[in-house]
Protein backbone atom coordinates (compact mmCIF):
# COMPACT_ATOMS: atom_id res chain seq x y z
CA UNK A 1 0.00 0.00 0.00
CA UNK A 2 1.25 3.43 -1.04
CA UNK A 3 0.46 6.11 1.79
CA UNK A 4 2.18 8.66 -0.70
CA UNK A 5 -0.88 7.99 -3.44
CA UNK A 6 -3.75 7.95 -1.42
CA UNK A 7 -6.18 10.83 -2.06
CA UNK A 8 -7.31 13.16 0.90
CA UNK A 9 -10.56 14.84 0.72
CA UNK A 10 -10.03 18.93 3.05
CA UNK A 11 -13.31 19.95 3.53
CA UNK A 12 -14.95 19.81 0.08
CA UNK A 13 -11.61 19.72 -1.45
CA UNK A 14 -10.16 16.57 -3.24
CA UNK A 15 -7.07 15.70 -3.69
CA UNK A 16 -5.23 13.21 -5.55
CA UNK A 17 -2.35 12.41 -3.64
CA UNK A 18 -0.33 13.39 -0.46
CA UNK A 19 2.62 14.94 -1.84
CA UNK A 20 2.49 18.66 -1.80
CA UNK A 21 4.99 21.46 -3.29
CA UNK A 22 5.41 23.60 -0.57
CA UNK A 23 6.05 26.90 -1.32
CA UNK A 24 9.43 28.54 -2.95
CA UNK A 25 10.50 31.77 -3.45
CA UNK A 26 11.58 32.24 -6.82
CA UNK A 27 12.28 35.71 -7.35
CA UNK A 28 10.79 35.71 -10.62
CA UNK A 29 8.27 38.42 -10.27
CA UNK A 30 8.90 42.59 -11.56
CA UNK A 31 7.11 45.19 -9.93
CA UNK A 32 5.33 42.32 -7.94
CA UNK A 33 3.61 41.01 -10.66
CA UNK A 34 2.92 37.20 -11.92
CA UNK A 35 4.44 37.57 -15.33
CA UNK A 36 5.62 35.19 -18.39
CA UNK A 37 8.86 33.65 -16.62
CA UNK A 38 6.45 32.75 -13.19
CA UNK A 39 4.03 31.29 -15.03
CA UNK A 40 6.54 29.16 -17.35
CA UNK A 41 8.19 27.91 -14.07
CA UNK A 42 4.98 26.74 -12.16
CA UNK A 43 3.94 25.16 -15.67
CA UNK A 44 7.34 23.60 -15.65
CA UNK A 45 6.93 22.36 -11.92
CA UNK A 46 3.86 21.14 -12.32
CA UNK A 47 3.43 19.63 -15.51
CA UNK A 48 1.67 16.20 -15.63
CA UNK A 49 -0.29 16.87 -12.59
CA UNK A 50 1.76 14.61 -10.63
CA UNK A 51 1.74 17.00 -7.29
CA UNK A 52 -1.33 16.35 -5.16
CA UNK A 53 -1.15 20.46 -3.85
CA UNK A 54 0.49 23.09 -5.13
CA UNK A 55 1.61 26.01 -3.19
CA UNK A 56 2.45 29.32 -5.14
CA UNK A 57 4.97 30.90 -3.10
CA UNK A 58 4.43 33.57 -0.71
CA UNK A 59 3.22 36.76 -1.86
CA UNK A 60 3.22 40.40 -0.25
CA UNK A 61 0.01 41.93 1.28
CA UNK A 62 1.16 45.39 1.36
CA UNK A 63 4.34 47.09 0.55
CA UNK A 64 5.78 47.16 3.53
CA UNK A 65 6.10 43.79 4.09
CA UNK A 66 8.66 42.94 1.43
CA UNK A 67 10.79 39.99 1.85
CA UNK A 68 12.75 40.77 -1.46
CA UNK A 69 12.68 43.28 -4.39
CA UNK A 70 11.33 40.86 -6.84
CA UNK A 71 8.83 39.22 -4.69
CA UNK A 72 5.11 38.83 -6.32
CA UNK A 73 2.41 40.92 -4.58
CA UNK A 74 -1.22 40.28 -3.96
CA UNK A 75 -1.62 43.54 -2.75
CA UNK A 76 -3.48 44.78 -5.13
CA UNK A 77 -6.06 44.38 -7.26
CA UNK A 78 -4.17 44.65 -10.58
CA UNK A 79 -2.61 41.89 -9.32
CA UNK A 80 -5.30 39.45 -9.64
CA UNK A 81 -4.99 38.56 -13.18
CA UNK A 82 -1.55 37.20 -13.34
CA UNK A 83 -2.00 35.54 -10.15
CA UNK A 84 -5.33 33.51 -12.16
CA UNK A 85 -2.69 33.03 -14.71
CA UNK A 86 -0.76 31.04 -12.31
CA UNK A 87 -3.81 29.12 -10.57
CA UNK A 88 -5.21 28.27 -14.31
CA UNK A 89 -2.02 26.66 -15.24
CA UNK A 90 -1.61 24.74 -12.03
CA UNK A 91 -5.40 23.32 -12.59
CA UNK A 92 -4.91 22.64 -16.10
CA UNK A 93 -1.74 20.67 -15.36
CA UNK A 94 -4.05 18.45 -12.85
CA UNK A 95 -2.75 19.69 -9.49
CA UNK A 96 -5.10 21.62 -6.67
CA UNK A 97 -3.31 24.84 -5.93
CA UNK A 98 -3.14 27.58 -2.99
CA UNK A 99 -1.79 30.87 -2.90
CA UNK A 100 0.48 32.05 0.12
CA UNK A 101 -0.04 35.38 1.71
CA UNK A 102 2.69 37.11 3.68
CA UNK A 103 4.11 40.35 5.68
CA UNK A 104 7.85 39.79 6.62
CA UNK A 105 7.95 42.63 9.47
CA UNK A 106 11.03 43.22 10.57
CA UNK A 107 12.36 40.86 8.03
CA UNK A 108 11.58 42.94 5.81
CA UNK A 109 14.13 43.70 3.29
CA UNK A 110 14.97 47.48 3.76
CA UNK A 111 16.18 48.31 0.21
CA UNK A 112 12.39 48.08 -0.38
CA UNK A 113 11.43 50.01 2.26
CA UNK A 114 10.50 53.86 2.46
CA UNK A 115 10.69 54.28 6.50
CA UNK A 116 11.08 51.88 9.34
CA UNK A 117 9.85 48.18 9.16
CA UNK A 118 7.20 46.95 11.34
CA UNK A 119 6.61 44.57 14.12
CA UNK A 120 6.11 43.99 18.02
CA UNK A 121 7.97 46.71 19.10
CA UNK A 122 10.16 49.62 18.56
CA UNK A 123 13.71 48.45 18.21
CA UNK A 124 17.15 48.78 16.13
CA UNK A 125 17.59 45.48 15.22
CA UNK A 126 15.70 42.71 13.45
CA UNK A 127 16.16 39.14 14.12
CA UNK A 128 18.07 37.20 11.38
CA UNK A 129 17.20 33.74 11.70
CA UNK A 130 19.97 33.00 8.38
CA UNK A 131 22.91 33.78 11.25
CA UNK A 132 20.82 33.34 14.36
CA UNK A 133 21.69 36.67 15.53
CA UNK A 134 20.03 40.29 15.77
CA UNK A 135 21.28 42.65 12.92
CA UNK A 136 20.35 46.46 13.12
CA UNK A 137 17.73 48.26 11.52
CA UNK A 138 15.42 50.47 12.13
CA UNK A 139 11.85 48.42 13.43
CA UNK A 140 8.53 50.18 14.45
CA UNK A 141 5.94 48.88 16.98
CA UNK A 142 2.40 48.65 15.94
CA UNK A 143 -0.39 50.16 17.24
CA UNK A 144 -3.70 48.48 17.38
CA UNK A 145 -4.35 50.36 14.43
CA UNK A 146 -1.69 49.10 12.56
CA UNK A 147 -2.56 45.71 13.55
CA UNK A 148 -6.03 45.86 12.14
CA UNK A 149 -4.65 47.07 9.31
CA UNK A 150 -2.65 44.39 8.43
CA UNK A 151 -5.64 42.03 9.47
CA UNK A 152 -7.86 43.95 6.55
CA UNK A 153 -4.83 43.34 4.31
CA UNK A 154 -4.39 39.78 4.86
CA UNK A 155 -8.00 39.59 4.15
CA UNK A 156 -8.23 41.82 0.55
CA UNK A 157 -5.66 39.57 -0.04
CA UNK A 158 -7.21 36.03 0.18
CA UNK A 159 -10.23 37.73 -1.54
CA UNK A 160 -7.88 38.54 -4.53
CA UNK A 161 -6.99 35.00 -4.51
CA UNK A 162 -10.24 33.54 -4.40
CA UNK A 163 -11.44 36.19 -7.54
CA UNK A 164 -7.91 34.46 -8.84
CA UNK A 165 -9.14 31.09 -8.49
CA UNK A 166 -7.31 29.82 -6.40
CA UNK A 167 -8.59 26.21 -3.92
CA UNK A 168 -7.76 28.47 -0.95
CA UNK A 169 -5.11 30.91 0.55
CA UNK A 170 -1.90 29.94 2.95
CA UNK A 171 -1.65 32.59 5.99
CA UNK A 172 2.17 32.48 6.48
CA UNK A 173 3.40 32.36 10.03
CA UNK A 174 6.46 30.85 10.02
CA UNK A 175 10.54 31.48 9.66
CA UNK A 176 10.81 34.42 11.22
CA UNK A 177 8.16 36.59 9.50
CA UNK A 178 5.54 39.30 11.11
CA UNK A 179 3.20 36.64 12.67
CA UNK A 180 5.81 34.70 13.89
CA UNK A 181 7.41 37.46 15.13
CA UNK A 182 4.05 37.87 17.69
CA UNK A 183 4.35 33.80 18.34
CA UNK A 184 7.40 33.56 19.57
CA UNK A 185 8.89 34.99 23.06
CA UNK A 186 12.10 35.72 21.45
CA UNK A 187 10.86 38.89 19.45
CA UNK A 188 7.33 39.69 21.28
CA UNK A 189 8.31 41.93 23.89
CA UNK A 190 4.95 43.49 24.06
CA UNK A 191 2.95 44.42 27.37
CA UNK A 192 -0.80 44.59 25.73
CA UNK A 193 -3.37 42.15 24.41
CA UNK A 194 -0.89 40.89 21.92
CA UNK A 195 1.92 40.76 24.28
CA UNK A 196 4.33 38.10 25.59
CA UNK A 197 2.64 37.80 28.85
CA UNK A 198 0.75 34.67 27.95
CA UNK A 199 0.72 32.78 24.67
CA UNK A 200 -2.82 32.88 24.21
CA UNK A 201 -1.77 36.69 23.95
CA UNK A 202 0.91 35.85 21.18
CA UNK A 203 -1.64 34.57 19.01
CA UNK A 204 -4.12 36.79 19.09
CA UNK A 205 -2.86 38.36 15.95
CA UNK A 206 -3.37 35.21 14.31
CA UNK A 207 -6.48 34.01 15.70
CA UNK A 208 -7.92 37.87 14.81
CA UNK A 209 -6.56 37.51 11.16
CA UNK A 210 -8.14 34.17 10.70
CA UNK A 211 -11.54 34.66 11.73
CA UNK A 212 -11.70 37.82 9.67
CA UNK A 213 -10.37 36.19 6.38
CA UNK A 214 -12.75 33.18 7.09
CA UNK A 215 -15.39 35.61 7.66
CA UNK A 216 -14.47 36.95 4.10
CA UNK A 217 -14.08 34.08 2.12
CA UNK A 218 -16.88 31.95 3.50
CA UNK A 219 -16.80 28.20 4.13
CA UNK A 220 -15.92 26.86 1.27
CA UNK A 221 -12.70 28.34 0.36
CA UNK A 222 -9.64 26.87 2.46
CA UNK A 223 -7.32 28.45 4.41
CA UNK A 224 -3.95 27.14 5.53
CA UNK A 225 -1.63 28.42 7.90
CA UNK A 226 1.97 27.97 7.52
CA UNK A 227 3.31 27.34 11.69
CA UNK A 228 6.54 28.01 12.13
CA UNK A 229 5.45 25.96 15.21
CA UNK A 230 8.91 25.84 17.39
CA UNK A 231 11.66 28.05 17.32
CA UNK A 232 14.05 25.29 18.19
CA UNK A 233 16.41 27.78 20.03
CA UNK A 234 16.83 28.53 23.78
CA UNK A 235 13.55 30.45 25.14
CA UNK A 236 11.93 30.35 22.32
CA UNK A 237 8.74 29.06 21.33
CA UNK A 238 8.29 25.22 22.40
CA UNK A 239 6.35 22.14 21.67
CA UNK A 240 3.24 22.81 24.37
CA UNK A 241 3.35 26.33 22.34
CA UNK A 242 2.41 24.54 19.23
CA UNK A 243 0.21 22.31 20.89
CA UNK A 244 -1.96 24.79 22.64
CA UNK A 245 -1.70 27.04 19.58
CA UNK A 246 -2.70 25.10 16.93
CA UNK A 247 -5.83 23.96 18.65
CA UNK A 248 -6.81 27.49 18.70
CA UNK A 249 -6.11 28.23 14.83
CA UNK A 250 -8.22 25.08 14.21
CA UNK A 251 -11.08 26.53 16.30
CA UNK A 252 -10.58 30.07 14.90
CA UNK A 253 -11.46 28.47 11.17
CA UNK A 254 -8.08 26.74 9.82
CA UNK A 255 -8.27 24.32 7.70
CA UNK A 256 -5.06 22.65 7.06
CA UNK A 257 -1.82 23.33 9.41
CA UNK A 258 1.51 23.11 7.34
CA UNK A 259 4.56 23.11 10.45
CA UNK A 260 7.56 24.59 9.89
CA UNK A 261 10.08 26.57 11.71
CA UNK A 262 10.32 29.72 13.80
CA UNK A 263 12.70 31.87 14.09
CA UNK A 264 15.01 28.94 13.51
CA UNK A 265 13.81 29.25 9.87
CA UNK A 266 13.14 26.34 7.62
CA UNK A 267 16.21 24.28 8.63
CA UNK A 268 16.87 22.80 12.72
CA UNK A 269 20.39 24.22 13.71
CA UNK A 270 20.27 20.82 15.93
CA UNK A 271 18.93 18.08 13.01
CA UNK A 272 19.89 17.85 9.64
CA UNK A 273 18.15 14.31 9.30
CA UNK A 274 14.91 14.27 6.70
CA UNK A 275 11.94 15.55 8.54
CA UNK A 276 13.36 18.46 10.56
CA UNK A 277 9.96 19.26 12.22
CA UNK A 278 8.54 15.50 12.45
CA UNK A 279 8.35 15.82 16.39
CA UNK A 280 6.60 18.72 16.27
CA UNK A 281 4.13 17.77 13.39
CA UNK A 282 3.21 14.53 15.10
CA UNK A 283 2.64 16.37 18.27
CA UNK A 284 0.35 18.73 16.48
CA UNK A 285 -1.27 16.03 14.60
CA UNK A 286 -2.61 14.17 17.73
CA UNK A 287 -3.91 17.39 19.10
CA UNK A 288 -5.98 18.53 15.88
CA UNK A 289 -8.41 16.77 13.33
CA UNK A 290 -7.51 19.11 10.79
CA UNK A 291 -4.38 17.49 7.98
CA UNK A 292 -0.89 18.46 9.19
CA UNK A 293 1.67 18.92 6.77
CA UNK A 294 5.43 17.93 7.33
CA UNK A 295 8.16 19.67 4.76
CA UNK A 296 11.57 19.56 5.48
CA UNK A 297 14.36 17.46 4.49
CA UNK A 298 12.50 14.89 2.64
CA UNK A 299 14.26 13.75 -0.68
CA UNK A 300 12.59 10.40 -1.73
CA UNK A 301 9.48 7.75 -1.47
CA UNK A 302 10.83 5.49 1.33
CA UNK A 303 11.20 8.36 3.91
CA UNK A 304 7.74 10.37 3.01
CA UNK A 305 6.35 7.26 3.31
CA UNK A 306 7.68 6.67 6.56
CA UNK A 307 6.50 9.79 8.13
CA UNK A 308 2.60 8.56 6.56
CA UNK A 309 2.74 5.50 7.63
CA UNK A 310 3.92 6.29 11.46
CA UNK A 311 1.29 9.04 11.13
CA UNK A 312 3.98 12.02 11.34
CA UNK A 313 1.84 13.81 9.21
CA UNK A 314 -0.80 13.99 6.61
CA UNK A 315 0.11 15.27 3.85
CA UNK A 316 4.31 15.68 2.30
CA UNK A 317 5.41 18.89 1.18
CA UNK A 318 8.93 18.03 -1.25
CA UNK A 319 10.84 21.32 -2.21
CA UNK A 320 14.51 20.16 -2.69
CA UNK A 321 14.19 17.06 -4.77
CA UNK A 322 11.44 18.58 -7.04
CA UNK A 323 13.25 21.82 -7.59
CA UNK A 324 16.35 19.57 -8.86
CA UNK A 325 14.19 17.43 -10.73
CA UNK A 326 10.78 18.39 -11.83
CA UNK A 327 9.77 14.91 -12.82
CA UNK A 328 10.60 13.42 -9.35
CA UNK A 329 6.78 13.55 -8.47
CA UNK A 330 5.70 11.64 -11.72
CA UNK A 331 8.69 9.13 -11.11
CA UNK A 332 8.03 8.47 -7.06
CA UNK A 333 4.53 8.11 -7.67
CA UNK A 334 5.13 5.51 -10.29
CA UNK A 335 7.34 3.43 -8.72
CA UNK A 336 4.77 3.33 -5.76
CA UNK A 337 2.21 2.00 -7.65
Not at 321 to 326: C, Q, R, V
Amino acid sequence: MSYLNTPITIKNLEIKNRLVLPPIATERSKKGTAGTALCQYYDHMTHGGHVGLVYIEHCYIRSDGKASPNQVSAAEDSMVHGLKNIADIVHRNGSRVILQLSHAGAMADPSTLDGPAISTVDADWRWSFWKLKKEPANVKGMTQADIEDIIQCYVDAAKRAKAAGYDGCEIHGAHGFLLNQFYSPLTNLRRDKYGRNDLASRIRFHLETILAVREAVGDDFIISLRFGAKDYIPAGSSLKDAVFASRAFEQAGVDLISVSGGMCGFTRPDYKGPGYFSDTAAAIKQAVSVPVILTGGITDSIEAEYFLREHKADMIGVARAMMKDPGWAGKTLSELG
